[in-house]
């Protein structure tokens, strides 16, 4: 009998199931798809997991990309920022000295702050009513660590995380397109606007991890290295195996019945999939309570973002482009999604690998509120991008000769992104650490003894790779040791 | 002549402020820049035989014990309830909220019976939550920057306080200081216009929309007043919000302090690290051993100490401070009461709340208009008709009206001028004759205030009617700067008591009783 079930072969859950087997569990991993459809994942991936996982071995690979985002000026030419800090000064006096001369102080003290959510991180997150000693000590030695980086950096965590990310912007810079990309990091995977609260945590959200003065993540090639290295740890992983059910057997996860009839035995059961997935859909609704299916049907996952993969007759002259001028463009993509639509100008922040163009989309609303999705509406959509990236690259239009346009609801149907969206819940103030996904799970526990939690829907969610599992798996070796 | 204490500005917080240091038995002396005392807690005639709260117009969090040490009742503060809100609709009904429980319950069911069901809910939830949030009103804020033994207990006590909520009850509060006022009430109710309207008192006075995240925080702001024990909804003050600053004045003055009206206050005169009394317009110079200013931090620090004598990264974050007036005010002196044809006539929903607040769509329209400089074209507003339970408000058989307004932002396109101004009042009395087509014709005379009449008038920064935004990075021990939230500032002898510093907003009167406990414990 396998000790391990492990729904979903996605990185958390491949990682969760590497390190069950590291520590000497017999594990499955049952996945619907009969093969990886990604070649590559946008993320952080803590070192700690890198390093126990030997992904490199594995043939993880990674080139940040140099400039890690270009942005057409109106003036013509673009605003580039590098990975190397003094190169983005550079470019920004260019356009502003003014926004230049405060570079280096704004981003020393994002990174300060990154550096203490990265210490929340790769951990369960904290627990403000535990009792137990250990907790205690962790909750102090997080505010020792904070006061260590000095008044400035705890003024700073308490007044930066609940702002929006275009008051903060207005505190240190001018220069319009500046703004807009770090704007645009603020509001990614989110249905909030610059001006909303809250967003200035989605900046650093995705800034932990990566180096002083870069804002976005890179792209990891050769993911099926995930794969590679929780078999080489034993791992047994099962494609075209799609879970029907979650077993419960007094009270208790029992393992899993199959589309095909089978029923596979096992004495826990991690799920990567989504909670509501997870909880409503596999498991039989009688074992829940009706207040924590509430809680569970109330997560937020408005998916506001479409890909739309455009191949190219040649390499397009950028790696990473941004198309959105200012923040108040992307405000106003912003209103459309409040009332349904899709952003009539929305931001495009498009990724070049040779010569196929990633662009995702925001906004475009999962459900419209005025007719439903179907081909003439995608293919306007991908109208739509195509000219938007021709306008900013002159000559970009004409070499389109393919193009895919996936939805929020494209999304959603294909890879079961709940309501479209990336993370299995938008990564909201009320939906982090503790709160994440719901509070009765934040542990990665559930309601079912022996069901756990190990995807992006946890604490810390989307964008950082493998921490949910790294973090789920240890939850699991703890309990059940 | 010294002075123990100056206070700057004769708001109702620098009143509570003299009050209770004059009760301490110091030498107090108040110094108003009107003609009145009150700031915008005040009662003016408007129009001959038309009395206005002209700015601040309900009360609700005025602290029970400041009602109690001040004994405001017996120095004529008498409370007359609000107790319904209506809500007319575009399709000609109405949603009412009353204040008895099953009327209230059959109407609710009227539009939605599972919203009906969830109201109780609701309020259980909220008045528990209110509870919660109510010892923290009383408190003065720990710096958590500080490692002084007193800032660490306070800490302690927070975390204490917090833990004792319980799991359930601290995630649910978590959830209310996060989350936008829509998203939160979209958990509880389906009906829109009774979201809409509920999520309107958590816009008031910020520049957000009701989609905007930490606006959940304001709607329980607003709903403490409805639970306080000593009155039980929001209400009017007989002879209007002025007769609240008259009664504080008054026993201000019972306890011994001097309060000087038109005297305006040129600058704050600072010897050393030491402020030492104030310079008024004309001159003339009074010393102090303290002086307490009731006014917003922008004007105090940046206007009347000025920043030569204050650290370079104090005046960085009081000039970070937002105020961002987002409200503007329609005073409507009428010959005949507004006949709204979702319920024609005269009625009791006339003597309530009338809300134009159809859709949380409307609502978020009104503030998108805002967001990119215009003043809403439909605008949100809390109607009253203090003429209704105070008949002495305006003459026989006529009627007064106060329309407050959101949004009209303080940073409109082009700056206001009297041509915007009359726009402004155009378009607010062109929504509201769509629910009350009689309404234009009993016009008599109209007041329209902007934010930047309302700057003009009471001197408050950018019209902010809570002395600074209540938003989440303005709070607690942020408001209105770190290290500077507990009422002293980075000169000795000077002191905050305004709404600027916390709790804030509303005629609560906290923030003036709060500072006077911190200056009487540094033995001023």
Known sequence: MTDAIVIGAGVNGLVTAAYLARAGRKVTVLEARTHQERASEIGWIPPRVFRDLDLVRHGLTVTPPDPWISAPLPAGGRLELWQDLSKSVESIRRVSPKDAERWPRFTERMAKLARLLETLYLAPPPDLHSTRVSELLRLAGFGWRARRAGKETIVDLLRILPMSVQELLDDWFEHDTLKAILGAGGVSHICEGPRSGGTAFVLLHHHVGSPRGVFRRAAWKGVGAFEEAARARGVTVKRGAEVRAIVVKDGRAAGVALASGETLPASVVASSADTARTLLGLVEASWLDPEFVRAVQHIKTRGVTARVKLTLAKAPDFERLLVAPTLEYLERAYDDAKYGRVSSRPCIEARAEGSTVHADVQYVPHTLREGAWDDPRRNALGDLVVKLLGDAVPGLAPRVTAREVLTPKDLDARFGFPGGHLYHGELTLDQILFMRPVPACAHYVTPVEGLYLCGAATHPGGGILGASGFNAARAMLGGTR | ?524
Request: proline share 6%.
């Open chain 2, 1 to 524: 002549m010294k002075y123990d204490a100056i206070v700057i500005g004769g708001g109702h917080n620098g009143l509570v402020n003299a009050a209770y240091l004059a009760r301490a038995g110091k030498k107090v002396l108040v110094l108003e820049r009107r003609e009145r005392v009150g700031g915008a807690a005040v009662t003016e005639e408007v129009f001959p035989g038309f009395k206005f709260s002209v700015f601040s117009y309900v009360v609700s969090l005025l602290r029970p014990e400041i009602i109690r040490d001040l004994d405001l009742p017996g120095h004529g503060l008498h409370i007359l309830p609000l107790e319904s809100t209506i809500t007319p609709l575009p399709n000609g009904d109405y949603l009412g909220q009353w204040g008895d429980h099953d009327q209230n319950r059959r109407e609710l069911y009227r539009h939605s019976p599972r919203d009906a069901e969830a109201y109780d809910d609701y309020g259980r939830e909220m008045h528990f939550m209110a509870k919660a949030v109510q010892p923290i009103l009383g408190m003065v804020p720990p710096d958590p920057t500080s490692l002084a033994p007193s800032d660490l207990l306070g800490l302690l006590r927070l975390s204490r306080h917090f833990r004792n909520l319980g799991r359930e009850q601290f995630h649910a509060l978590y959830k209310l200081m996060t989350m936008s006022s829509a998203d939160f009430l979209d958990e509880w109710f389906e009906n829109d216009a009774l979201k809409a309207t509920k999520s309107a008192s958590g816009i008031i006075g910020t520049f957000l929309g009701p989609r905007s995240p930490g606006t959940a925080y304001v709607l329980l702001h607003h709903y403490m007043g409805e639970i306080d024990g000593v009155f039980r909804a929001w209400g009017f003050a007989k002879g209007g919000t002025g007769a609240v600053s008259e009664a504080i004045a008054a026993a201000a003055r019972r306890f011994g302090a001097q309060i000087r009206t038109g005297a305006s206050v040129a600058s704050v005169s600072v010897k050393g690290n030491r402020a030492t009394g104030v310079v008024l317009e004309h001159g003339e110079e009074i010393e102090a051993g303290v002086v307490v200013s009731g006014i917003d931090p922008r004007q105090t620090f940046i206007n009347l100490v000025g920043e030569k004598h204050l650290p370079d990264d104090f005046t960085a974050a009081i000039k970070r401070y937002k105020f961002r007036g987002s409200s503007g005010k329609v005073n409507l002196a009428l010959s005949e009461l507004p006949d709204f044809t979702c319920l024609p006539g005269v009625g009791p929903h006339l003597r309530g709340a009338i809300s134009i607040s159809p859709s949380l769509d409307y609502v978020e329209r009104a503030y998108d208009d805002a967001k990119y400089g215009a003043f809403s074209r439909r605008p949100y507003m809390d109607v009253v008709i203090p003429s209704m339970i105070d008949p002495g408000m305006a003459p026989p058989g006529k009627h007064v009206m106060s329309c407050f307004v959101q949004y009209a932002p303080f940073d409109v396109q082009g700056g206001w001028d009297d041509r915007k101004r009359e726009a402004f009042g155009d378009a607010v009395v062109d929504t509201l004759a769509e629910f009350a087509p009689n309404l234009k014709r009993a016009i008599l005379h109209r007041q329209v205030l902007t934010p930047a009449d309302i700057e003009r008038v009471t001197g408050l920064s950018e019209g902010n009617i809570f002395q600074g935004e209540l938003a989440l990075h303005q709070l607690f021990f942020l408001r209105p700067a770190a290290s500077f939230a507990k009422y002293r500032t980075p000169l000795r002898g000077l002191y905050q008591c305004g709404a600027g510093t916390h709790p804030g907003g509303g005629i609560m009167g906290a923030s003036g009783r709060l500072a006077a406990v911190e200056i009487l414990k540094d033995g001023a």
